[in-house]
């Protein structure tokens, strides 16, 4: 099956950006499911070390960022180098995490989930089983640099249901799932 696009070149990969609690893991594996592609959460692909860290309640440095990266890196050309499409959900706070991931890939996009502080803080207050505090969440919007020109990037304010931000999500990129 065969997803169609309205213009340009179909994307290989999309990266689902945005703070913690933004809506990454659940509009990713949405968009996956809808396009057929596959998904893979960036989380799982975290050093144990970044999530015994991130569960102290420590915030992530530049260090222990670049690993993480460096393996996403890796499996986004894993995908393209056999012909794959995928998405995946990767914070990609900064500029440089996004040169990083994007490099020259041009069929690489950007879906980022445009959160409020307040939503997303009530949003992480009644989630269970996340490595990831509530107390940092400051540290996310801190770090947050917002996409800017250049970087294949659409702009999906995350307020509403999954259903209806995937939907915003391809018609911004253009995409139309296969029937």
């Known amino acids: 099956m065969s997803v169609t696009r309205e213009s340009g070149p179909e994307?290989?990969?999309?990266i689902v950006m945005g703070v913690s609690g933004s809506g990454k893991t659940t509009i990713g594996a949405l968009l996956?499911?809808?396009l057929h592609w596959e998904f893979v959460d960036g989380d799982s692909l975290h050093p144990a070390a970044n999530v015994r860290k991130m569960q102290s309640g420590v915030a992530l440095t530049d260090e222990d960022r670049w690993p993480w990266l460096h393996a996403i890196a890796a499996w986004i050309d894993a995908t393209?180098?056999?012909g794959r499409h995928g998405v995946v959900a990767c914070s990609a706070l900064k500029r440089s995490y996004r040169r990083l991931l994007l490099g020259t890939r041009g069929d690489v996009r950007i879906v980022y989930l445009q959160a409020d502080f307040e939503i997303v803080r009530q949003r992480m207050s009644t989630r269970t089983?996340?490595?990831m505090p509530v107390a940092l969440l400051r540290s996310q919007f801190d770090t947050l640099e917002e996409p800017g020109p250049g970087e294949h990037a659409v702009v999906v304010p995350a307020n509403g249901a999954p259903d209806t931000l995937a939907a915003e999500a391809l018609t911004r990129l253009g995409l139309k799932p296969p029937t």
């Not at 994307?11 to 999309?14: A, D, M, T, Y």
């Open 129 to 131: 089983g996340h490595f």
């Open 32 to 34: 996956a499911r809808l």
């Open 11 to 14: 994307p290989s990969v999309l």
């Open 80 to 82: 393209r180098a056999t």
